[in-house]
């Protein structure tokens, strides 16, 4: 079910397009940390707390790990980045989207650790996402995108409000 | 797994405070047919031709039953509304929705017939979709709306861009 990739490393040689693209980046991302590795997973055999720990880092409202696990689960897809030195592997990014399998897919809890922001890395795991939902033939891409990340995602070829479309939100009278 | 409501019939009393809502529209509604009724459900058995007739008529373009038929399958939540006289069925309205089974919902493809447009039915379709899904504890309910049905919506109870949230749609360079 899950694929393990590896975007790049500061001991090999990047060889894929995609991370010879991330090579620029690389030697920001892993700074000193010279034998570090980041990956990417479909595998949703997440530890919640660590996840939780990921959230929290970047100011989310906690939720219930149970409701997390449930929406782990149905999700169609799941993807998460790791940092690996050794033997030690550290969660780092997450993100998930759930979709009918056929047409259309929503991106949720797009996530990067603050030490890992600013380097590429949010942008290599939303190809990451994209990549993997194109490969299902999903044609319909969305998300909801909070203002601060508009551009973010615009540059990732998403657009806001393509023909007037409005994403809307129900809320409780 | 589903359930039939009935909404209201020409020969009974609507009991129930939204069908009360509805009776006004209920003469309308039904017109001429003296004996029908409209019903909802969330059976996922579709005629996936009789769909395809229900979109052909609002102007959709046609996509491929086989992938018709995988979205319902992998939807977390079908409601179609169905005219019956006699012993016939009629499908007129249908709406389906995707989601993580904990935190969100989407919801797509909501359709009425035109021949039952006006009349009320769109608004009683999203009420049961609405309320299907708070049942199922989903608390986060989106769409992505047209430009034509913002305002439909928004009578609904959704909110566009809420705190400046952008829908967005990916597109292949």
Redesign the interface.
């Known amino acids: 079910m899950g694929f393990w990739k590896s975007l790049f490393s500061s001991s090999d040689a990047p060889s894929a397009p995609q991370a010879m693209h991330m090579e620029g980046d690389t030697s920001r991302a892993v700074g000193d940390r010279a034998s570090s590795r980041i990956f990417f997973s479909t595998e949703r055999e997440i530890d919640l707390y660590e996840l939780e720990e990921l959230c929290d880092a970047v100011g989310w409202s906690r939720?219930p790990l149970r409701?997390?696990k449930?929406?782990?689960?149905?999700?169609?897809l799941v993807v998460s980045m790791w940092e690996q030195q050794g033997s030690h592997r550290r969660l780092i990014g997450f993100s998930?989207a759930?979709?009918?399998?056929?047409?259309?897919a929503?991106i949720?809890d797009v996530v990067v650790h603050p030490d890992f922001q600013s380097k590429g890395l949010g942008k290599a795991l939303m190809k990451q996402v994209?990549k993997k939902l194109?490969s299902e033939d999903i044609s319909?891409?969305?998300?909801?995108?909070?203002?601060q990340v508009?551009d973010f995602?615009?540059n990732?070829?998403?657009?806001?409000?393509?023909?007037?479309?409005?994403?809307?939100?129900?809320?409780?009278?």
């Open positions: 939720r409701k997390v449930k929406a782990i689960q149905h999700s169609f998930r759930t979709s009918d399998h056929a047409f259309n929503t949720w994209i194109r319909n891409i969305t998300l909801f995108a909070d203002p508009v995602y615009r990732l070829g998403f657009m806001s409000d393509p023909e007037g479309i409005k994403g809307m939100f129900w809320y409780p009278d």
